[in-house]
């Protein structure tokens, strides 16, 4: 149980292109989805809060018009880079929640490389 | 700084041998979690602690979360090369109520 499933797994492209990474929950529906970027050999580092039927709760430093996340519904988050850079290149993980509270454990999505030319 | 810390960063052991990566906050912890990554992939949860003092154990590995709940160790017994890794620790901590994870200790067990 608690599967998170995220897509793409790899994704390669060229500079100014916008990319769509989707983050979805199978058997359960997460209210609440997270996503995070980690740079090589460093822990993940929180970007955003992606609340079901309401907007995004970015961390500091975190671009909003940069990174824009959908929660449309109760199983699926999607981050969107728009005109990604090279230096957006990054693992880019989601995951969620099963239940509501802090106090519960994520369940990660498998994470998106992202190459940018 | 980082609120959460790990420690050590990296480690190499002979297959066989026992082995513990503490993770260590300045504030209280409100539930503390232990995953593990394959470098490029995404985590695997493997316990979860929230009372001080409380143990849990899963094949050769075991979690302990101290008494003050600022403090928890993972021991994984007997290793074996499928061990080998990136631990991480997650946890909500009474500084920023915020999920964060570890600095994460990497796992090399040799055969």
């Known amino acids: 149980g608690a599967v998170v499933s995220q897509h793409p797994s790899w994704v390669i492209c060229k500079s100014g292109t916008s990319v769509k990474i989707e983050c979805r929950s199978l058997?359960?529906?997460?209210?609440?989805m997270f996503w995070y970027r980690q740079f090589p050999k460093q822990s993940l580092m929180l970007m955003a809060t992606?609340?079901?039927?309401?907007?995004?709760?970015?961390e500091q430093g975190v671009e909003k018009d940069k990174f824009l996340i959908n929660h449309a519904s109760l199983t699926l988050s999607t981050l969107t880079v728009t005109s990604a850079h090279p230096e957006d290149s990054s693992f880019y993980i989601c995951?969620?929640?099963?239940?509501?509270?802090?106090?519960?454990?994520?369940?990660f999505g498998d994470g998106t490389r992202l190459s940018i030319l | 700084s980082q609120e959460l810390e790990q420690s050590p960063q990296s480690l190499i052991v002979q297959e066989g041998k026992n082995l513990t990566i503490n993770c260590t906050s300045s504030k209280t912890l409100y539930g503390l979690y232990w995953y593990k990554q394959k470098y490029g992939e995404g985590l695997i949860f493997l316990m979860m602690?929230?009372?001080?003092?409380e143990e849990k154990s899963h094949e050769k590995i075991t979690a302990k979360l101290d008494e003050k709940k600022q403090q928890s160790s993972l021991h994984i017994t007997a290793s074996q090369p499928s061990h080998a890794g990136i631990y991480l620790c997650g946890a909500v901590t009474s500084g920023t109520y915020k999920y964060i994870f570890g600095t994460g200790t990497r796992l090399k067990v040799l055969a």
């Open positions: 058997d359960f529906q997460a209210t609440t």
């Open positions: 602690l929230q009372k001080g003092g």
């Open positions: 992606s609340n079901e039927g309401s907007k995004a709760t970015y």
């Open positions: 995951s969620a929640s099963a239940m509501a509270g802090f106090d519960q454990p994520q369940h």
